[in-house]
C-alpha cells in the first residue's frame, strides 16, 4: 500500500468512525455504497484481438453493457465473466485457443466495470446481468469465469435449468461473500453495531442473507462440469473457504489446487490458461 494510499484508508476509517458515533445505520448504508462501488476501471487500449472483435452493446436496468463477440456463428458458445474491478480484455490469451476449438466466444463488461457503464453492483446484479446475456445471444453451455464472475455464475445455475454436458470454470471464485465482508469491516475498523445494520440491509435487498451469497451453498445445485482451480496463496478467496466443498466430494467437480499464483495471476499463468482449454 502506498503513503497516498494508506492517507486515503485514514480519511476513510476517520470518516466513518465520525458517522458511526451518529447513526450506526447510516454508516452501515454508507459502507454498503461503498463495498458494492468499484473504485477502479480498466482503462487500458483495448488488446488488438479485442479491436477486430464484433462488438455488443445493450442495455440493461438504464446501463448501457458493451462486449465482443468472437467466432460468429458457432454451435458451440462459450462466455467469459471477469472479477470485481476487471474487464473481458484481461482474458485476451483465452481468445484464439478458444476459436482454434470452434468456440463463439461472448465477451462483456459488466456494469460498472471496463466499457459499461454505471457506478455500483452487487451479486444479484452480476447474475441478472448474466441471465439476461444467455437469453439474448445464447444458448451458451460453457463459461469461464473469475473471482466475482463464478459466485455470480453460481447463483443464476440455481435459476436456470442446465444438465452434466454443460462446462463450468471457476478461476479463484468469491467463494464466501462472508469472507470478503470480513475483510472490507476489518480494513475500516469498522463495529459490530454497523455490521449487524450492514448484514440487515443486505437481507432486505433480496430477500437473502449475507450467508446466502456462497458458491459452496450453491454448489450442491449446480449440475454442470465444474473445473475448480484455486490457489493455496490466495488471500482474498482463501483455501480454507472452498475446503467444505472439496469434503463434499461432488463427482462432477475437479479441482486444481496450486501455489504462488494468488488471485489474479491465476487466470493469467500458462499452466491454467492450459487447463481451462483442456478441460472446455
Known amino acids: 500500500m502506498t503513503f497516498v494510499q494508506k492517507l486515503g484508508l ?127 445471444y445464447g444458448p451458451v453451455t460453457s463459461f469461464i469465469t473469475h473471482s466475482f464472475g463464478g459466485l455470480a455464475l453460481s447463483l443464476g445455475l440455481e435459476q436456470i435449468p442446465h444438465d452434466e454436458s454443460w462446462k463450468v470454470v471457476l478461476m479463484a471464485p468469491a467463494t464466501e461473500s462472508t469472507t470478503a465482508m470480513n475483510n472490507f469491516f476489518s480494513l475500516l475498523k469498522l463495529d459490530n453495531e454497523v455490521r449487524k445494520e450492514f448484514d440487515r440491509l443486505i437481507t432486505e435487498a433480496n430477500n437473502k442473507p449475507p450467508e446466502w451469497y456462497s458458491v459452496a451453498r450453491a454448489a450442491a445445485h449446480i449440475k454442470a462440469q465444474v473445473l475448480f482451480l484455486q490457489d493455496k496463496d490466495d488471500t482474498l478467496t482463501p483455501l480454507a473457504d472452498v475446503a467444505p466443498i472439496m469434503a463434499k466430494s461432488y463427482p462432477n467437480f475437479k479441482f486444481v489446487i496450486s501455489e504462488g499464483l494468488g488471485h489474479s495471476r491465476i487466470y493469467r499463468d500458462q499452466g491454467t490458461i492450459n487447463s481451462v482449454i483442456g478441460f472446455l
Open 10 to 136: 485514514k480519511y476513510i476509517r476517520t470518516k466513518f468512525a465520525l458517522l458511526s458515533g451518529i447513526s450506526k445505520k447510516s454508516a452501515a448504508q454508507k459502507a454498503f455504497e461503498l463495498f458494492t462501488t468499484p473504485q477502479s476501471r480498466v482503462k487500458q487500449e483495448l488488446p488488438l484481438l479485442f479491436q477486430k472483435a464484433e462488438k455488443l452493446q445493450f442495455t440493461l436496468e438504464g446501463e448501457t453493457i458493451n462486449g465482443f463477440r468472437f467466432n460468429h456463428p458457432s454451435q458451440k458458445k462459450v462466455l467469459i465473466l471477469h472479477g470485481f474491478e476487471s474487464s473481458v480484455i484481461n482474458f485476451y490469451k483465452y481468445i484464439g485457443p478458444l476459436q482454434k476449438k470452434g468456440y463463439e466466444i461472448l465477451a462483456f463488461d459488466a456494469p460498472a466495470h471496463g466499457g459499461s457503464s454505471g457506478k455500483r453492483i452487487h451479486a444479484v446484479d452480476y447474475k441478472n446481468f448474466i441471465l439476461h446475456i444467455l437469453q439474448t
